[in-house]
């Protein structure tokens, strides 16, 4: 399924033009960026803050922050100091040492910002935390990691089983009228007290900057350890992709305990200089096109999932509010339907550009550029400095529109140092030819596009063939009763596998036999007879990740009644 290219929006843009500079570009380019390549001495939190505060920058606007309670902002130099503070409040009176696993478990307040960095200024490791995480998920995390210090809540705080965590020494709790004792520590009040000064640590390119623990479909979750280099392509990819300038107000949506929510709410914006929109409490529509307007919002970066639900609530709300400060919108994390992008033209009048990446690959690696020319559905090209193909099991290249692995040559600046405690694990990712593998499977057409299909285990085969799970979904959102769609290939006697769609509805329809013809008839008109559902179930909501990706797995586990697995990662 090929779709027209959308006109190219004009501009003057970071990338302007993407052959050119994938031809010539190297790393070594951006390197040049950062203090380190003159006096070898480097901490991102630094580049990120600090340097700012030092600079000509430093009275302008880091932060806005607000949630229903909350509404405040921050200068670069009070960023410094604030997060100076929270540094101050770890070492002296947690201990935090270079090396340190230190977690965070909190809600999304300017707080849990200052705590993160403060921790990165002092070399140590951080490991973000969805609040959403129950006694378990909190448990295997921590563990694995051998975390020394959590900085948490007193409402969440009951799910810290400090009894089966002998490596941890303190919990700092970020609350009010805290008891302190050897191993509690009062955040706002030591806080308050601490000195502005802090002696940064100064790390090497292969120190431990962040920790995120992201599930496979099968086993526990694994620690992906990420570096202090990894900056370089934070940086790199917020220049070409997001296509920050000095005047954005930049919002990204994403919550730390992801790593969006870190590479790009913290690094990406950061290491730019640029304005951060940072916004607490739960979804709701009309808050997110307020935060546009209010702030005058230049460039978003947010997910399928919310696009799909603020279509949900109408192009009327669209309209009543003031959206013109937007000039660039972009996605990740989960296909993004070619209906999504049609209906971000129409209601924005922009295009969203998809972005993919993944926990492992540490930043952004195949996109859509304001330079390039769009089709929908597509995830874009790979960024300059990174080898993209589509290999086979063996790790040879496929020819164009044959379907594959989707691998990138090794090397790339952000790529996960390792798993923690998992040298096996991380072997495993790699195939000959220096491939790293990414699990997805996907194409690459004539020109050098990739389109996803869907992880390797989701691929369907039904009467011999191969249908991507992905394409059905999209085609079936498309459909005007249809608000999500997750599709899986049920086993069966005769076809190998049958299609099954699990289906939630919008708001003033209502699941009947009729609806299923239709749904079947609309699939196999608009995409073709073998990749229409032969099942069809309707359900109020289907179970996704907090990154807003429709868990198949589940789906299939409801279908074969099997153990779903780890869910710690599943939405509430
Ligand atoms: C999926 C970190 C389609 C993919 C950002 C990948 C996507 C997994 C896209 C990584 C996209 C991410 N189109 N699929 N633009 N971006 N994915 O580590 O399956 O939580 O392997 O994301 O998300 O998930 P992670």
Same mark, same amino acid.
């Given at each position: 399924?090929?779709?027209?290219?959308?006109?190219?929006?004009?501009? !003057?843009?970071?990338?302007?033009?993407?052959?050119?500079v994938? #031809?010539?570009?190297?790393?070594?380019?951006?390197?040049?960026?950062?203090?380190w390549?003159?006096?070898?001495?480097?901490?991102?939190?630094?580049?990120?803050?600090?340097?700012?505060?030092?600079?000509?920058r430093?009275?302008?606007?880091?932060?806005?922050?607000?949630?229903p309670d909350?509404?405040?902002?921050?200068?670069?130099?009070? @960023?410094?100091?604030?997060?100076?503070? *929270?540094?101050?409040?770890?070492?002296?009176y947690?201990?935090v040492?270079?090396?340190?696993r230190?977690?965070?478990? @909190?809600?999304?307040?300017?707080?849990?910002?200052?705590?993160?960095?403060?921790?990165?200024?002092?070399?140590?490791?951080?490991?973000?935390?969805?609040?959403a995480?129950m006694?378990?998920?909190?448990?295997?995390?921590?563990?694995?990691?051998?975390a020394?210090?959590?900085v948490?809540?007193?409402?969440?705080?009951?799910?810290?089983?400090?009894?089966q965590?002998? !490596?941890?020494?303190?919990?700092?709790?970020?609350?009010?009228?805290?008891?302190e004792?050897?191993?509690?520590?009062?955040?706002?009040?030591?806080?308050?007290?601490?000195?502005?000064?802090?002696?940064?640590?100064?790390?090497d390119?292969?120190?431990?900057?962040l920790l995120?623990?992201?599930?496979?479909?099968?086993?526990?979750?694994?620690?992906v350890?990420?570096?202090?280099?990894?900056?370089? #392509?934070h940086?790199?990819?917020?220049?070409?992709?997001?296509?920050?300038k000095?005047?954005?107000v930049?919002?990204?949506?994403?919550?730390?305990?992801?790593v969006?929510?870190?590479?790009?709410?913290i690094?990406?914006?950061?290491?730019?200089g640029?304005?951060?929109?940072?916004v607490?409490?739960r979804?709701?529509?009309?808050?997110?096109?307020?935060t546009?307007?209010?702030?005058?919002?230049?460039?978003?970066?947010?997910?399928?999932?919310?696009?799909? @639900?603020?279509m949900?609530?109408?192009?009327?709300?669209?309209?009543?509010?003031?959206?013109?400060?937007?000039?660039?919108v972009?996605?990740?994390?989960?296909?993004?339907n070619?209906?999504?992008?049609?209906?971000?033209?129409?209601?924005?009048?922009?295009?969203?550009?998809d972005?993919?990446?993944?926990?492992?690959?540490?930043?952004?690696?195949?996109?859509n550029?304001?330079?390039?020319?769009?089709?929908?559905?597509?995830?874009?090209?790979p960024?300059p400095?990174?080898?993209?193909?589509?290999?086979?099991? #063996?790790? !040879?290249?496929?020819?164009?529109?044959r379907?594959?692995?989707?691998?990138?040559?090794?090397?790339?600046?952000?790529?996960?140092?390792?798993i923690w405690?998992?040298?096996?694990k991380?072997?495993?990712?790699?195939?000959?030819?220096?491939?790293?593998?990414s699990?997805?499977?996907?194409?690459?057409?004539?020109?050098?596009?990739?389109?996803?299909?869907?992880?390797?285990?989701?691929?369907?085969?039904?009467?011999?063939?191969?249908?991507?799970?992905?394409?059905?979904?999209?085609?079936?959102?498309?459909?005007?009763?249809?608000?999500?769609a997750?599709?899986?290939?049920?086993p069966?006697?005769v076809r190998?596998?049958i299609?099954? *769609?699990?289906?939630?509805l919008?708001?003033?329809?209502?699941?009947?036999e009729?609806?299923?013809?239709?749904?079947?008839q609309f699939?196999?008109k608009?995409l073709?007879?073998?990749?229409?559902?032969?099942e069809?179930?309707?359900?109020d909501?289907?179970p996704?990740?907090?990154?807003?990706?429709?868990m198949?797995r589940?789906?299939?586990?409801?279908?074969?009644?099997l153990p779903t697995?780890d869910?710690?990662? @599943?939405?509430?």
């Amino acid at each position: 399924m090929k779709l027209e290219a959308l006109p190219v929006s004009k501009g !003057n843009y970071n990338l302007n033009s993407y052959e050119e500079v994938y #031809q010539s570009f190297d790393w070594k380019e951006a390197e040049k960026e950062f203090s380190w390549s003159e006096t070898g001495r480097m901490n991102a939190a630094y580049e990120a803050i600090d340097k700012h505060a030092e600079s000509f920058r430093k009275n302008k606007i880091a932060l806005y922050y607000r949630d229903p309670d909350r509404d405040e902002k921050y200068t670069f130099k009070e @960023m410094k100091d604030l997060t100076n503070k *929270a540094g101050n409040v770890l070492k002296n009176y947690a201990n935090v040492e270079k090396g340190d696993r230190v977690f965070v478990f @909190m809600p999304r307040t300017p707080e849990l910002y200052f705590t993160i960095l403060g921790a990165i200024k002092l070399g140590a490791i951080v490991g973000p935390l969805f609040e959403a995480f129950m006694e378990g998920a909190v448990r295997d995390r921590l563990d694995d990691s051998g975390a020394k210090v959590i900085v948490t809540t007193p409402e969440l705080m009951d799910r810290v089983p400090f009894d089966q965590l002998p !490596n941890l020494r303190h919990v700092v709790v970020v609350g009010e009228n805290v008891k302190e004792d050897d191993f509690y520590i009062d955040f706002l009040s030591r806080f308050k007290e601490s000195s502005k000064d802090l002696e940064l640590e100064w790390v090497d390119l292969t120190d431990g900057l962040l920790l995120h623990y992201t599930s496979g479909s099968t086993g526990k979750p694994k620690g992906v350890l990420h570096v202090h280099n990894a900056m370089i #392509q934070h940086y790199q990819t917020a220049n070409w992709v997001l296509d920050l300038k000095e005047d954005d107000v930049y919002w990204c949506t994403a919550d730390p305990g992801w790593v969006t929510g870190t590479v790009y709410g913290i690094f990406g914006p950061w290491l730019h200089g640029a304005s951060n929109v940072i916004v607490g409490g739960r979804f709701k529509p009309e808050n997110w096109y307020q935060t546009i307007e209010d702030y005058g919002v230049t460039v978003w970066y947010s997910a399928p999932t919310a696009f799909r @639900m603020l279509m949900g609530a109408g192009d009327e709300l669209v309209k009543s509010f003031d959206l013109s400060s937007l000039r660039h919108v972009l996605s990740v994390g989960e296909p993004l339907n070619p209906e999504v992008v049609r209906w971000g033209v129409k209601v924005f009048e922009k295009r969203i550009h998809d972005t993919w990446w993944m926990t492992e690959t540490g930043a952004q690696i195949i996109c859509n550029y304001p330079c390039m020319e769009i089709k929908p559905g597509s995830m874009g090209k790979p960024i300059p400095g990174v080898e993209a193909a589509i290999v086979d099991d #063996q790790g !040879n290249e496929v020819p164009p529109y044959r379907m594959g692995n989707l691998a990138i040559k090794k090397g790339w600046p952000s790529m996960m140092y390792t798993i923690w405690n998992n040298k096996e694990k991380y072997e495993s990712y790699f195939m000959p030819g220096d491939w790293y593998v990414s699990g997805d499977s996907a194409y690459m057409d004539d020109e050098g596009y990739f389109w996803f299909q869907g992880r390797i285990d989701d691929v369907i085969m039904t009467s011999g063939e191969r249908v991507g799970p992905f394409e059905v979904e999209s085609k079936l959102v498309e459909h005007p009763a249809i608000a999500e769609a997750g599709v899986i290939g049920k086993p069966d006697p005769v076809r190998g596998e049958i299609i099954k *769609a699990f289906i939630a509805l919008r708001d003033g329809y209502e699941p009947s036999e009729e609806l299923k013809e239709e749904i079947r008839q609309f699939v196999k008109k608009g995409l073709a007879a073998h990749a229409a559902p032969r099942e069809i179930d309707f359900k109020d909501k289907l179970p996704k990740t907090r990154s807003g990706k429709i868990m198949r797995r589940v789906l299939k586990a409801w279908e074969l009644d099997l153990p779903t697995g780890d869910l710690s990662t @599943m939405e509430d």
